[in-house]
């Protein structure tokens, strides 16, 4: 299973599974602020990899 989530330090979205999810928010100053935005089971790679490159871009698009 992978999820995307928004990283409140990097500023961006990221991909991975729930242990990397884990890993990440645990050691942030920010833990309260991670939240798991998609959650994907059998979804292909180039697909998920498609939406994070939108919402990050889309993120850019606002920030500008």
Do not use: C
């Not at 920010?30 to 790679?45: L, V």
């Not at 180039?46 to 920030?63: E, P, Q």
Request: proline letters at 2%; zero cysteines.
């Amino acid at each position: 299973m992978k999820f995307i989530w928004f990283n409140p330090d990097s500023g961006k979205y990221e991909k991975g599974s729930k242990e990397e999810f884990e890993q990440i928010s645990v050691y942030s100053v920010n833990q309260d602020r991670f939240d798991i935005i998609y959650e994907f089971s059998d979804t292909a790679e180039r697909i998920i990899d498609k939406v994070l490159d939108s919402l990050n871009a889309a993120r850019l698009a606002t920030a500008s």
